[in-house]
């Protein structure tokens, strides 16, 4: 599976971003689709997963209902759209897949890996 993210920028506090991820190369239906992020010197902190069979998600406790993770199966691409944005969100964003129906909040867990994306917020 090869994942392309995209969507990243630059935006005020309290304001909104919306990364999108294209997959590419298999068929989705059996996998997981997580964000995680990453501020340099510091682990890769999960953030959000979609099951693709089903549609159901997971998030990390921060996201406190500000992000939303979507998929769109005829586009084959994961979305996460960032409300209320605050500066602490700043970070590299990745988004990973893996075979599985486990709805992991282990970066370990993920077998492919996109090219991170920057995010950053500014006061």
């Known amino acids: 599976v090869q994942l392309q993210a995209s969507g990243g920028g630059l935006v005020q506090a309290g304001g909104s971003l919306r990364l999108s991820c294209a997959a590419s190369?298999?068929?989705?239906?059996?996998?997981?689709m997580g964000w995680f992020r990453q501020v340099l010197g510091k682990e890769r902190e999960f953030v959000a997963a979609?099951?693709?069979?089903?549609?159901?998600?997971y998030y990390g406790d921060f996201v406190k209902g500000r992000f939303i993770i979507a998929r769109d199966n005829a586009k084959n691409t994961v979305y996460l759209q960032m409300n209320s944005l605050k500066l602490e969100d700043t970070a590299v964003y990745y988004c990973?897949?893996?075979?599985?129906?486990?709805?992991?909040?282990?970066?370990?867990?993920?077998?492919?890996w996109g090219l991170g994306t920057q995010v950053t917020v500014s006061s």
């Open positions: 990973a897949a893996v075979d599985s129906s486990v709805l992991s909040v282990m970066a370990g867990y993920y077998d492919y």
């Open positions: 979609i099951r693709w069979s089903d549609g159901i998600t």
């Open positions: 190369g298999r068929t989705l239906s059996k996998y997981v």
